[in-house]
């Protein structure tokens, strides 16, 4: 989730619909095929249940990857604009995203942070898998930033399990700028799944941090990526701003 992404373009549906039983059938084998990726630990998923899939974010293919290495249907936060484009191309984005498991969204804050998280909940609470990037955006220079909250208040809130996950090498098949993927290698690591209700309630500002460290934790372990020990995101513009987010930080969801 970037920043986190929200405010929903329409209601998401709760299960993925028939077409993506059908694009994934066939992109899963294919992809396989061309770019036979390492994945590991895909008996950590639980084949049903409600879970989030917590992930590095390295580039605009992870949200393929994700979908197409998990043993089970998985949801994620897409950006709004790939679902209100007009014409072919619009029809032509909005049809992919939608079949690949992808629910429309706008990138926000505060409220619009909640709606997104909201969304989230909505398809956790029917019994179904849910991707999303803790750090917030893709990092663009390969670290492993710090993970924002909505993890855990997600995974406090619906009970849902958590499993790590680790990507390696999907910055190379699609780096920053190009618009033509191409074939690298990549991995995909599945963790333990973990149980973050010993951490405390989800109304909690504390029990929410250490939560999320600990899936920052597990991730960091299945990629061995250099740890950025800051949140990914441009830095507060002026005095002013830079001020306050030192004296009265706002926890980031």
């Not at 992109?27 to 899939?53: F, K, N, W």
């Amino acid at each position: 989730m970037s920043e986190i992404e929200a405010d929903a373009v329409p209601a998401p549906r709760s299960k993925p619909g028939p077409v993506y039983g059908l694009v994934r059938g066939i992109l899963r084998p294919l992809v396989r095929m061309i770019y036979r990726p390492t994945i590991t630990g895909a008996e950590h998923v639980p084949r049903t249940g409600p879970v989030i899939l917590a992930s590095n974010h390295l580039s605009f293919v992870d949200s393929i990857v994700i979908p197409l290495a998990a043993p089970r249907p998985v949801q994620f936060l897409a950006k709004s604009h790939y679902f209100t484009g007009s014409g072919l191309k619009g029809w032509m984005s909005r049809t992919f995203f939608t079949a690949i498991g992808a629910v429309g969204v706008e990138r926000g804050a505060g409220a619009q942070a909640q709606a997104a998280l909201d969304q989230g909940r909505r398809i956790l609470d029917s019994g179904s898998a849910f991707a999303l990037y803790p750090e917030g955006t893709r990092s663009l220079d390969g670290r492993l930033y710090r993970g924002r909250t909505g993890i855990a208040w997600l995974a406090l809130t619906t009970g849902a399990t958590v499993v790590p996950v680790g990507l390696i090498g999907t910055q190379e098949i699609q780096p920053v700028g190009s618009s033509v993927p191409r074939v690298r290698p990549v991995t995909v690591r599945f963790g333990e799944p973990l149980d973050l209700s010993r951490h405390g309630a989800p109304t909690s500002g504390r029990a929410r941090r250490a939560a999320t460290d600990e899936v920052m934790a597990a991730i960091h372990a299945l990629t061995g990526q250099e740890l950025a020990d800051a949140y990914n995101e441009a830095p507060p513009h002026g005095a002013l701003a830079k001020l306050a987010d030192r004296v009265a930080p706002r926890e980031r969801v």
